[in-house]
């Protein structure tokens, strides 16, 4: 157990259609990473927030935005939603704001567009 | 196009035999990493290896990062089933981690 917790653990929804993924990190950690796992793709890193901002932007679509609360939980959303946006979504937390900082990964949520 | 080519793809052997996987690019990265992902779970960091020529041992586990910081490999001895995994390079560059698409080895009893 990492001790970083995800929800829901699965979702399956239609194309078009809008989510939300839920992400708490390690008590104590102040860095949120979100990654999408596919087949095709591999592991591609979306966004990075840090106390609360943005520190680090990846190959994130504009369709998706994420953002991290005060509590330092963070959430993805996911809009207009394609057959191709299915995929395993990861948040990982580190305690400090570099990317070399080791991550520590949740158990992901996979989610199934129909 | 990953920034990180990982080989093999799939490497199968059979338990006491040793393996190496590859992690190449023509990117410089800061340092490199190797995870290890079982299904149904999030990777979980082996190593983090920084300076060129760097050699590092976990157990059975023996991890290099080329002189040049372009590539990596790791070595296992003999494997043991427990060593069954996606196995991931993951460069550091630009502030940002890429990873590269995974070895899946499986360790046969």
């Known amino acids: 157990d990492s001790g970083v917790t995800q929800t829901p653990k699965h979702l399956i929804t239609a194309t078009g259609q809008r989510v939300t993924l839920r992400c708490s990190p390690r008590s104590g950690d102040l860095s949120v990473y979100w990654y999408q796992q596919s087949l095709d793709q591999g592991l591609q890193f979306l966004i990075q927030y840090y106390n609360g901002e943005e520190r680090a932007k990846g190959n994130i679509l504009e369709r998706f935005s994420a953002q991290q609360f005060p509590d330092l939980h963070s959430e993805l959303n996911l809009s207009s939603l394609e057959l191709g946006d299915s995929a395993l979504y990861f948040c990982a937390s580190s305690d400090g704001g570099v990317v070399y900082n080791e991550q520590f990964f949740g158990p992901g949520t996979r989610l199934t567009v129909l | ?109």
């Open chain 2, 1 to 109: 196009t990953q920034l990180l080519e990982q080989s093999p793809q799939f490497l199968s052997i059979q338990e006491g035999e040793n393996l190496t996987v590859y992690c190449n690019s023509s990117s410089v990265f800061s340092s490199l990493q190797w995870y290890r992902q079982e299904p149904g779970e999030g990777p979980v960091l082996l190593v983090t290896v920084v300076t060129g020529g760097e050699v590092k041992k976990l157990k059975r586990l023996t991890f290099q990062f080329g002189d040049a910081r372009k590539d990596s490999s790791l070595h296992i001895t003999a494997a043991q089933p427990g060593d069954t995994g996606l196995y991931l390079c993951a460069g550091v560059r630009d502030y940002k981690l890429s990873f590269g698409a995974g070895t899946t080895v499986t360790v046969r009893a």
